[in-house]
């Protein structure tokens, strides 16, 4: 039997500066260009923008997503994409007109194409929309590229390339003679630090750990970066991973010492007591709502448990240091040299071991057990084997829960409807901090 592998149905909603649609008229019918391609759901891969290209005679990038349905019992998204063109046509293919709206109300036009001509013709964009899903942006920071690479003496080889464009981020990609560029713009979300004055400065802190951004803009929060080895990704090797975990452990280690001086940097204090004030705010709103009504009632039951962790974890032997936030394996690469630690927008002086992802990712219990060992048995100077474990099984579902505090941030900051895929993500960290609170019934000592 073949295997089934995601289609994604995309149908582009092409305005210009006057608000006119590009359609393709062909046999009597008026359309908006569609394409279907075998590929993820989320993503208008490369397939998608040369079969967009052949319909429409131009290139074009994503602004936003209009409308976007997965099925995912057979594999299927229907995808209604804002698109901008990257330059005037030198030719425009055949069938392919602008109309005015009032054109296309007189038209023939499906169901489906009329109901995305409406979301566009009506939208009035919010405040919280960020520019990358607004038209001109993508022109603008190509410019800015250039200018960047111009002031290094260096050039662009080749066109802009689009990477991604989602409610929190942009990343977009550059050759030159001496290698790609990665451009980054990141959300202004309360708890995204400036991504590129905090990575320039931990570049200096942990050199060769931390990539060095070319250039940055802190007002807009941009930041270009060289290319700095292939990521690790989430289907490394266990030998790896274990190697990957004792190398942060050493780099938070290195940073313990320096809480001021990266509180100086720009990354966020949220240290335990912080966190325990954000779990008490968390018992009593919308966030909850995710979760059944007995798992409600049971986190609530536990915060006073989960403030005495927070308490207790502070007042422990392993110190307080740099967290990163976001710490699993398709956020580090390998230079050829060692591992190089990127995507710092959560980054904040907290509990390192609230750093552990790659662990509460993993549903082995002994790849698991394997994990935490060749995290912990680098603080093995601060404090003894079973005081590890002891402080681990504490930090465990308070590092859920300061993820479960991340997302709710984030929803709570971006455009209503824009961040569908992470709107389960506060639900399903409170629920993964519950099971880990479970394991504290067995020691009547843990979390009290």
């Known amino acids: 039997m073949s295997e089934t592998r995601w289609v994604a149905r995309v149908r582009a909603l092409i305005a210009d500066d006057d608000g006119r649609v590009l359609v393709l008229e062909q046999d009597g019918r008026t359309l908006l260009p569609s394409v279907e391609i075998e590929g993820t759901d989320d993503e208008l891969n490369e397939l998608g923008r ?10 074009t990038v994503v602004v936003r997503s209009l409308v976007r349905s997965v099925d995912g019992e057979q594999q299927v998204a229907e995808l209604g994409l804002e698109l901008e063109p990257v330059a005037t046509p030198s030719s425009p293919a055949a069938g392919a007109v602008r109309r005015t709206g009032e054109e296309l109300a007189g038209a023939e036009l499906a169901d489906d194409d009329r109901s995305l001509v409406g979301l566009h013709s009506a939208d ?22 250039d200018d960047a690479l111009a002031s290094q003496g260096r050039e662009r080889v080749g066109p802009v390339e689009q990477i991604s464009n989602w409610c929190i981020s942009s990343i977009l990609r550059a050759g030159t003679e001496a ?7 990141t959300a202004n979300s309360p708890l995204f630090v400036d991504e590129g004055t905090v990575t320039r400065g931990l570049a200096k802190l942990l050199p060769g750990s931390v990539p060095a951004p070319i250039a940055i803009d802190a007002e807009r929060r941009w930041m270009l970066l060289d290319e700095f080895g292939p990521l690790i990704g989430w289907k490394a090797d266990l ?4 190697d990957v975990l004792a190398t942060f452990a050493r780099i938070q280690r290195e940073a313990a010492p320096s809480t001021d001086e990266l509180l100086a940097l720009g990354v966020f204090d949220r240290r335990p007591a912080w966190l325990a004030a954000e779990i008490e705010k968390l018992a009593g709103s919308a966030a909850l709502l995710g979760l059944e009504a007995a798992e409600a009632e049971d986190f609530v039951g536990l915060v006073p448990r989960f403030v005495e962790a927070c308490e207790r974890l502070a007042a422990g032997a392993v110190p307080d240091s740099l967290v990163h936030g976001d710490l699993h394996l398709a956020n580090v ?14 980054a904040c002086l907290t509990h390192p071991f609230f750093d552990l992802l790659v662990v509460l990712f993993e549903d082995d219990a002994d790849l698991r057990r394997a994990l935490t060992n060749a995290y912990l048995g680098v603080w093995a100077d601060h404090a003894s084997t079973r005081e590890l474990r002891e402080l681990w099984r504490l930090a465990e579902p308070l590092a859920s829960l300061n993820q479960a505090v991340s997302y709710r941030s984030i929803l709570e900051n971006v455009e209503r409807g824009t961040a569908s895929e992470l709107e389960p993500m506060t639900a399903e960290w409170l629920r993964r901090a519950l099971a880990a609170a479970r394991a504290w019934s067995d020691d009547p000592e843990m979390g009290r």
């Open 50 to 59: 040369a079969a967009l290209a052949a319909l429409t005679g131009f290139g």
């Open 333 to 346: 690469a390998h230079d050829g040299d060692g591992y190089v630690f990127f995507d710092w927008t959560d």
């Open 179 to 185: 290698g790609r560029v990665y451009f980054k713009a």
């Open 239 to 242: 030998e790896t991973r274990l």
């Open 124 to 145: 009035r964009p919010p405040p919280e929309r960020p520019d990358w899903m607004r038209r001109g942006f993508f022109a603008e920071a190509s410019a800015w590229i």
